[in-house]
Nanobody, 124 residues
Framework: QVQLVESGGGLVQAGGSLRLSCAAS????????MGWFRQAPGKERDLVAA????????YYGDSVAGRFTISRDNAKSTVYLQMNSLKPEDTAVYYC?????????????????WGQGTQVTVSS
C-alpha cells in the first residue's frame, strides 16, 4: 500500500506562485510513476502533470504547460508541483496520485493511490 499526503496549497493572487508537495510512504517510491490531478467544483477530475519513476519523462496538460513543473526526489519520497503565473481558472482541489506502473502514466486509469487533496485558490 501507498500513503500520500499533500501540502502547500493556499490562497494566492493571480500571477503568483505556489509549490505543492506530496510525501509518500509504504512502497519503494521509485517503483512507481506519479501524477498531479485537480478538480474544480462541478467539474471532472483532470490530470495536470505526470512524471515517470526516475523523473526524466514528464507530461503536462495543455492548460498548464509552460507554467507548471512537476519533479520528484526519490531520496525524499516526495513529488512536487511548482505552479507559476497562476490564473483564477487554476482554482481547484489538487490531488497527488501514485501509478500502478513505473513509466509515464498520462491517464487516470493508471492511478491506484490517492492523497486527500489540497485546496488552491487563485484570486483575480
Amino acid at each position: 500500500q501507498v500513503q500520500l499526503v499533500e501540502s502547500g496549497g493556499g490562497l494566492v493572487q493571480a500571477g503568483g506562485s505556489l509549490r505543492l508537495s506530496c510525501a509518500a510512504s509504504g512502497r519503494t517510491f521509485s517503483d512507481y510513476a506519479m501524477g498531479w490531478f485537480r478538480q474544480a467544483p462541478g467539474k471532472e477530475r483532470d490530470l495536470v502533470a505526470a512524471i515517470n519513476w526516475s523523473g526524466d519523462n514528464t507530461y503536462y496538460g495543455d492548460s498548464v504547460a509552460g507554467r507548471f513543473t512537476i519533479s520528484r526526489d526519490n531520496a525524499k519520497s516526495t513529488v512536487y508541483l511548482q505552479m507559476n503565473s497562476l490564473k483564477p481558472e487554476d482554482t481547484a482541489v489538487y490531488y497527488c496520485a501514485g501509478s500502478t506502473i513505473m513509466s509515464l502514466s498520462p491517464g487516470q486509469k493508471w492511478y491506484k493511490y490517492w492523497g486527500q487533496g489540497t485546496q488552491v485558490t487563485v484570486s483575480s
